[in-house]
């Protein structure tokens, strides 16, 4: 190991002044990135797989989807304990992004067979999918989702709740009748909105 760790204080300084709208400064921020990646230090506060994830949100910003796409590859590839956000997932919001539909959903089929447990992998392909204009797909998320809590007995966590909530909206804006599940989440909503602050259990 070559260099300093990646502490949160060099990361502020790192981000310092970010414009997400400077496509030029999102790309010098990128390679930065990478080169962190390339020499990792077993004190950094992001794993390889984290900065490879960060560089590639940078070059999206950057307009620059094909290097996002190459290095969600490279964070997925890397392994090393990843928890969110699934560079699997991204890559299927970059490919929709880049208007490669057929090649997205090749990816996200290939996610849904992998039966990831992060809850959250569920709740961000459902967004994906809603903002492709992919509801029922969205909504089969959802659903997913749903089961892997179930499964795991984890759906009174913030996130299993919450794709509870969010099965609500969808099934409201499909017009689906009120179900045992949807009131349910009601009563998630009433108790949220009771105690903002409340994080689940």
């Not at 007995?153 to 609500?168: A, K, P």
Request: charged share 35%; with cysteine.
């Amino acid at each position: 190991m070559s260099r300093e760790p990646l502490t949160d204080d060099r990361l502020d300084a790192l981000e310092a002044g970010r414009d997400i709208r400077d496509p030029k400064s999102e790309r010098r921020l990128g390679e930065a990135f990478v080169q962190l990646s390339r020499d990792p230090h077993a004190e950094d506060v992001y794993g390889v797989a984290d900065m490879l994830i960060c560089a590639a949100e940078c070059f999206e910003h950057a307009g620059d989807l094909d290097r996002g796409l190459e290095l969600l590859e490279q964070a997925w590839a890397a392994g090393d304990n990843i928890v969110q956000p699934d560079p699997r997932a991204e890559t299927v919001a970059l490919l929709m992004k880049a208007g490669r539909r057929d090649e997205a959903m090749v990816r996200a089929n290939e996610l849904r067979r992998a039966d990831s447990a992060e809850l959250d992998t569920y709740l961000r392909m459902a967004e994906i999918m809603e903002e492709a204009q992919e509801d029922r797909q969205a909504l089969a998320w959802i659903t997913r989702g749903i089961l892997v809590a179930e499964q795991f007995g984890i759906e009174d966590s913030f996130e299993g709740q919450s794709l509870y909530v969010v099965r609500l909206r969808m099934r409201d804006g499909m017009g689906m009748p009120r179900d045992d599940d949807d009131r349910w989440a009601e009563q998630i909503l009433e108790e949220r909105r009771a105690n903002p602050d409340w994080l689940g259990d």
